[in-house]
């Protein structure tokens, strides 16, 4: 009943009291206005309920525990651009830019980012398509297998890895360079996940064979950056199978 001089009181949205409410949240039951529903299964919830419901979804995991985002490889193509870029900056640009990067051991106490820029330095063409190629070769399926975040790990760390090789092994003059380490840590790393599956791993044992060979015959070769970065790649592979077997114990328990 609506007495005289009386008008009709609208309810307004509980986030914009400047705004009518069209519906109410289905979680809170709060009024909110059009610019703050968020389609839900069932009707329209408020930012705060829909947030909340997001959150509260598992996350789909790899089959070696990472976080699945989608089938797009964007850790590799990165990785690839990256060195590709810093290949046309190199071989564009003055000479001191390579000097800056790569790795020469006696510098890396006082210019420590040489152990990951010479990762990604290149002068020789045939250098960069043969690491970019093994790179765009088992990159994709090992950035499945782990999610991008530990497949960004086991590439960095790699990379390090084989730099702390040279580091610590080779001439302190020695300038080195080449994304060979991490391509190896990459190589590696897959050894190790397709022994644990019970995978062919012929390919991947020849390849490694003619890596080392090469490395320990050809003058100018860094083989202790090869060995580094297959010996890192491994561990941490190996580290994230058993992270995985851990989850999956907890699981079931």
Excluded at 51 to 56: H, I, L, P
Excluded at 79 to 102: C, E, H, W, Y
Excluded at 117 to 127: E, G, L, N, R
Aim: aromatic share 8%.
């Amino acid at each position: 009943m609506t007495g005289e001089g009386h008008g009709v009181i609208e309810t307004v949205c509980y986030r914009h009291p400047d705004r009518p409410a069209g519906v109410r949240c289905q979680r809170c039951d709060k009024p909110i206005c059009p610019a703050c529903m968020n389609s839900a299964a069932v009707g329209f919830q408020c930012p705060s309920c829909f947030n909340e419901g997001v959150k509260s979804i598992p996350r789909t995991r790899t089959s070696l525990g990472g976080v699945a985002r989608g089938n797009t490889p964007i850790v590799t193509f990165t990785m690839l651009a990256l060195n590709v870029l810093v290949f046309i900056v190199v071989r564009t640009g003055s000479p001191r830019v390579v000097n800056d990067l790569v790795l020469v051991p006696v510098l890396v106490d006082t210019e420590p980012w040489r152990l990951l820029t010479s990762a990604y330095t290149h002068v020789q063409i045939f250098h960069i398509f043969s690491n970019l190629f093994m790179l765009y070769v088992v990159g994709p399926p090992l950035e499945q297998m782990l999610g991008r975040l530990r497949f960004t790990v086991l590439y960095v760390l790699s990379a390090l890895g084989g730099s702390v090789a040279v580091w610590l092994l080779g001439s302190p003059i020695s300038a080195t360079l080449g994304a060979s380490g991490a391509v190896l840590g990459l190589v590696g790393a897959l050894l190790v996940i397709s022994r644990a599956r019970g995978l062919d791993v012929t390919w991947i044992i020849a390849y490694v064979a003619i890596t080392a060979v090469i490395s320990f015959t050809i003058p100018n070769i860094s083989w202790q950056g090869h060995l580094g970065g297959f010996v890192t790649g491994a561990a941490v592979a190996w580290i994230f199978l058993q992270d995985t077997k851990r989850r999956r114990s907890k699981a079931r328990t």
